[in-house]
């Protein structure tokens, strides 16, 4: 099992920065990618970035160049850097792990943190 959880979300300017964190426990070295994944209002979760254990990255095309995920260690704690926010990028912000045990894969989910953009 791996269980997670965010901190970082909250109330910012429209041009402002956030950082969310995401602490991973429990079997952390079956993770294969962690990543970051929004839900807005009346909208589907989408994917907004993720990062292998190789340390390989790619984003939604609405954050490129805005948004960086990185890591201290693999896969644990991963952070998203996010500069310049928009009122659209206003969501709940979800952490996720995709890991394996047993060669099954599983996805782990955290709480999710809010993220505010005033305009």
């Known amino acids: 099992q791996v269980q997670l959880v965010e901190s970082g979300g909250g109330l910012v300017q429209a041009g402002g920065s956030l950082r969310l964190s995401c602490v991973a426990s429990?079997?952390?070295?079956?993770?294969?990618?962690m990543g970051w994944y929004r839900q807005a209002p009346g909208k589907q979760r989408e994917l907004v970035a993720r990062i292998t254990s190789g340390g390989s990255t790619n984003y939604a095309d609405s954050v490129k160049g805005r948004f960086t995920i990185s890591r201290d260690r693999p896969q644990n704690p991963v952070y998203l850097q996010m500069n310049n926010l928009k009122p659209e990028d206003t969501a709940v912000y979800y952490c996720n792990a995709a890991w394996t045990r047993l060669t099954r894969g599983y996805d782990s989910w955290g709480q999710g943190t809010q993220v505010t953009v005033s305009s």
């Open positions: 429990g079997s952390i070295f079956s993770i294969n990618t």
